[in-house]
């Protein structure tokens, strides 16, 4: 197992390896440079050459790419370019917002999938699948913006119940930013919910026509002890990878969902560093972005390792 894990950890090293080199290179070969793209008319004279030390643009491409890759192990992506002030400083509030949309969503998505994805394979071609799935199906089928949409429409428009645009500063506390929320987190999960209840599903009906809970079947064992010994086990081992998929799709729907709500997060830091030409906030967005899917990534191949009775079988053996 220790091989498997530590060949997981070197792989996403060297993902995240290629990821900045994409990212630094992707930059370069963009026309001009980071400084001539943000100053635009201003590009000449002392705020050019400032602008062009501080970003340390004065030195070949490759010693570039080595000191901002050590800066970036190190914490420190740089400067901000429309800011004037340490990436670091722009990304605290964004990134603790962001945290907590994706957590809201995340702890309310996957136990509710859990459960109705059970409840729709258990009762399977019955009604409880039937309303369960056609909602599921309905809401996989709409794309982000457009459910965002139709809940401020409906929700914050029609109804009045809560606010549609996340009016609010960077660095509001969480109980400023509570009623904020609650319908980008609806937004959010309702389409994870669905997508997450939906493998579930898939993987318990598989289970469920295995050689080994037929047998239990022919042996007698009663139903709800069958169910929770040797179906659970056995279907949520393989949602554990779902699950990692599916929280690593936040950081697309994050990015959708907090441009359609105006919401202060690390999505529309992306979408404003792109419009702002930003650069150096772009290059460290997506180190960032790809490090959170690369390690939930991980986490996940570790917890089927851990889990995985095969490998349990095979330690207990050696």
């Known amino acids: 197992m220790f091989f498997l894990i530590s060949k997981r950890f070197v792989l996403g090293l060297i993902t995240l390896f290629i990821v900045s080199l994409i990212t630094f290179i992707g930059v370069e070969i963009l026309p001009g440079d980071a400084c001539t793209s943000y100053l635009e008319r201003e590009a000449f004279g002392e705020a050019l050459e400032a602008c062009i030390k501080r970003l340390g643009l ?55 999938a859990l459960i109705l ?27 982000e913006f457009i459910s965002a949409t139709l809940l401020i429409l409906i929700v914050a428009i029609w109804l009045e119940w809560l606010p549609g645009i996340v009016i609010v500063p960077t660095d509001v506390t969480f109980l400023e930013l509570l009623p904020n929320i609650i319908l ?20 318990v009906i598989q289970v ?12 007698g064992v009663p139903y709800w002890k069958m169910v929770f010994k040797h179906i659970l086990p056995n279907a949520l081992l393989p949602a554990i990878n779902v699950v990692a998929l ?15 709500f105006n919401y202060p997060g ?53």
């Open 58 to 112: 004065d030195i070949p491409a490759h010693e570039r790419y080595l000191s901002w890759a050590y800066n970036v192990v190190q914490g420190d992506f740089g400067y901000s370019l429309s800011g004037q002030m340490q990436i670091n400083e722009v990304l605290g509030p964004r990134v603790k917002n962001s945290m907590v949309l994706a957590s809201a969503a995340i702890i309310i998505g996957i136990p509710l």
């Open 184 to 203: 980008p987190v609806i937004a959010i999960a309702m389409i994870m919910t669905a997508h997450m209840a939906r493998m579930v599903r898939s993987s």
């Open 117 to 143: 994805g059970i409840i729709t394979a258990l009762w399977r071609d019955k009604f409880p699948d039937i309303i369960i799935s056609t909602i599921a199906i309905f809401s996989m089928t709409i794309p």
């Open 208 to 219: 469920m026509a295995s050689d080994y809970v037929q047998m239990a079947i022919l042996k």
């Open 246 to 260: 599916t929280i690593a799709w936040l950081l697309g729907g994050v990015v959708v969902t907090e441009v359609v």
């Open 266 to 318: 690390l999505g529309r830091l992306v979408i404003e560093s792109i419009s702002n030409r930003d650069l150096p906030v772009v290059q460290a967005l997506g180190i960032i972005l790809a490090s959170i899917y690369v390690s939930i990534n991980f986490i996940a191949d570790l917890l089927t390792l851990m889990l995985n009775p095969r490998l349990k079988t095979l330690q207990t053996r050696k």
